[in-house]
């Protein structure tokens, strides 16, 4: 990267401030390589460093250099951020702590020990300007203030030290679930908040927000549900704006920032409910969209749509890379953005033009009474998809003891791309968490994209929504469970553990009422939080759950006030992954892949599959690939280090050719993304190791690595 320093005048260097100065004239990584100091590893989330000591020849030699436990265990999903010698991460129940990146010795842990948060969380942010640094990270719905060398709540920072990630979203959504699960990105002197709102019906919107890193205070939003008068506000129904009942199309995946341009680029997801959009037609900007926006004002540069009027959930799942490439002898600042679907879209960073074409295809039409499908969607002719798009008869699991009974049901089920869910069940393939995941891809200076993906099937049915009237013989606490936990948990509350959906069955035997309650309230994992449910509603579900409930019904109207604003006549029976007795995929293998895209082409370099399967690896079954979570993180030396599949390994590959250059069995699974940083003249690499997740066992460590 060309320093420019002696060419600034050295007046604007102290009104600025060093480290404002260099967060206005960074294009893409900041960092000398000896930091991690951004989420993923800069502004352009490339996952990039400029580190060489690590190469193929010698990345066989690594070795532990240090571990550290917390003092919960769960899942961690947190990219940690090394500055200054020191790495700030997560514990599973969100509590931040402070690390000597050169030992793992604590240096600070900050967060209530008597409250546990059951929320992922994938990082923090750190900001500073001349002695004043700051950790700046959520718990629930709170946007806290630390000071980065005591772990001390800044209390001048909103309301002593918090401010609430509610603002800015209107007064329809006031108690509702409000969260972020990924770190904030930075321009200047604002942090810009992606958020985590229910995506049931009657959820928050999830308008795009600035807030002042010093004060706490709201400085603009982008409402990506318009205003009438605003850009897009045709593309919904003339009130959605106001609708209760209508929510989402927010960022939760995260933002890259182009801060020499002044760019935000930001991935939206879905509108809500995210399978139903009969309330909603229209093509539902900006829902699915990426956004360029002015990161000073919020305004809309430009903007791209991959979904039109979204029933699938195909939300954006990470954020994009900011990447040069080269096509006609000229060079290109472009960014680049993954999908659930397995597709990349590469646009000009100022224009939004295209790099490759994209083609709007006609696709199916919904046959539920209500929907109006959009009638075509657009897919981009290069790069080729990374992630299967169709899956056939002859895709049946040919090692699967129950491959007749997975072709029979198949068969019955519609199957075609962007077909819309029926009630005689349909196949999202990919599923709902890819293709890509909120891992996301790396990508390095000379243009590649390498990304790694999950290729699992899932199975979905449309079905009524209970009526007022069907729920009136319930008692108070059945009438909440079904309306709010009845489709991921069933009707037996036995759940799905291989979809992530635990049973509640004799739930009293195993936790308290208190953590019950809590869990209901907050969320875990992701799970939302319940939060527009009242005292009395919350009561009466955790009795139900306990099975002490007093089978009465209720005198007055059967559904909650709440309930009656948010209604649908349909939704899903649930999310459930399409898959054998034994949790094996019904499609053969790869279930995971990793992949290098060459942007400047659109051509692969190279494909592998991710993982092994390690009951059918003992058969002889090999390169079955795992689905994984998590992503890769790629270096100037030479190498490509992922973790993410459930088989609790750790991996180097050479990210030339894709050769396998050296493994490691972690403590647990790594469902997260790997950072490499230097101290001492020392290269690191250091992952989370969490696991609860896929039946993987629970995990409490971070490890780093390091020659010897």
């Known amino acids: 990267m060309k320093r420019t320093l002696l060419l600034v005048p050295f007046f604007a260097l102290l009104a600025l401030g060093w480290s404002q100065y260099r967060q206005n004239t960074s294009d893409t990584n900041p960092n000398d390589g000896t930091n991690w100091s951004e989420y993923l590893g800069g502004p352009d989330r490339n996952h990039y460093s400029s580190l060489t000591q690590i190469t193929p020849q010698n990345v066989s030699q690594l070795q532990v250099a240090w571990m550290y436990s917390t003092p919960d265990s769960g899942q961690i999903q947190t990219n940690p951020i090394i500055v200054d010698g020191v790495l700030y991460g997560v514990t599973p129940t969100v509590k931040i702590f402070a690390l000597d990146a050169a030992t793992g010795k604590e240096i600070w842990r900050a967060g209530d020990p008597l409250k546990a948060w059951y929320s992922t969380c994938r990082g923090v942010t750190y900001w500073e300007s001349g002695d004043d640094k700051r950790i700046l990270y959520t718990v629930g719905s709170m946007l806290y203030a630390l000071d980065a060398k005591t772990g001390k709540s800044i209390p001048s920072f909103g309301v002593n030290g918090h401010t609430d990630l509610h ?41 795009i927000r600035a807030f ?9 939003v982008f409402r990506t549900i318009p205003y009438p008068g605003e850009f897009g506000h045709d593309t919904w129904p003339k009130n959605a704006y ?76 990470a954020p994009p890379n900011l990447v040069t490439v ?13 999908s659930k679907m397995g597709l990349v879209f590469v646009f000009d960073r100022v224009t939004g033009k295209p790099l490759f074409p994209i083609k709007e295809v006609p696709v199916p039409k919904s046959d539920i009474p209500g929907e109006v499908s959009w009638p075509t969607q657009p897919i981009p002719q290069k790069p080729a998809p990374f992630a299967r798009q169709v899956m056939t008869d002859a895709d049946i699991n ?46 390095d200076p000379e243009g590649t994209l390498y990304v790694n993906a999950n290729d699992i099937p899932w199975l979905f049915t449309m079905i009524d929504a209970p009526k007022a009237d069907a729920l009136a013989h319930l008692s108070p606490g059945q009438r909440v469970y079904t309306q709010n936990c009845l489709s991921c948990h069933g009707p037996e509350r036995k759940g799905n553990a ?61 559904y909650p006030s709440k309930a009656k604003e948010a209604y649908l006549p349909y939704k899903v029976k649930g999310y459930i992954k399409f898959q054998d007795s034994k949790g094996f995929p019904a499609i053969k293998p790869p279930w995971g892949t990793l ?47 992922i973790a993410a599949t459930k088989d609790e390994k750790f991996r180097a590959f050479d990210k030339k050719t894709g050769k396998l250059l050296w493994e490691a069995n972690l403590p647990a699974a790594g469902f997260a993304t790997p950072s490499t940083y230097q101290i001492g003249g020392k290269q690191y690499v250091v992952i989370a190791c969490g696991g609860a997740k896929l039946g993987a066992k629970r995990g409490n460590q971070y490890v780093a690595f390091a020659l010897p």
């Open 167 to 207: 603002q800015g979203l209107g007064e329809s959504a006031k108690d509702k679930f409000v969260i972020s699960n990924t770190p904030g990105a930075l321009f200047e002197d604002l942090i810009i908040m992606p958020s985590r709102v229910s995506e049931d019906v009657g959820g928050a919107p999830g308008y």
């Open 212 to 220: 002042n890193v010093r004060t706490g205070k709201l400085a603009w």
């Open 242 to 317: 106001k609708n209760p009942d209508i929510g989402a199309a927010n960022n939760w995946a995260g933002i890259a920032v182009d801060r020499k341009r002044g760019i935000l680029f930001v991935p939206t997801g879905s509108a809500s409910y995210d399978f139903y959009g009969g309330n909603r037609t229209g093509q539902n900007l900006f829902a699915n969209c990426l956004l360029a926006l002015d990161a000073r004002t919020g305004k809309r540069l430009w903007h791209f749509q991959a979904v039109h009027h979204d029933i699938w959930d195909r939300d954006f799942p």
């Open 326 to 338: 080269t096509q006609n002898g000229k060079k290109i600042d472009a960014v680049a953005q993954v």
């Open 398 to 443: 040919p090692y699967s003891t129950d491959k007749d009974s997975l072709l029979a049901l198949f068969q019955k089920v519609g199957k075609r791309s962007y077909e819309p869910i029926s009630k005689r069940g349909s196949i999202l393939f990919p599923g709902c968490d890819g293709g890509a995941e909120w891992g996301g891809a790396a990508a």
């Open 498 to 558: 291989r979809s992530g959906y635990p049973s509640l069955v004799d739930i009293g035997q195993k936790r308290d009422r208190t953590y019950v309650t809590q869990i209901i309230s907050s969320g875990k994992g992701m799970m939302p939080g319940f939060t527009a449910l009242s005292a009395e509603d919350k009561q009466a579900l955790v009795s139900f759950l306990f099975n002490d409930e007093k089978q009465e019904v209720a005198s007055s109207s059967p």
């Open 595 to 641: 992949s290098a895209i060459d942007l400047n082409t659109g051509e692969y370099k190279w494909k592998i599959p991710l993982g092994e399967e390690a009951d059918l690896k003992a058969k002889g079954i090999d390169n079955t690939g795992t689905e994984n979570y998590g992503g890769p993180v790629v270096t100037a030396g030479g190498v490509l280090f």
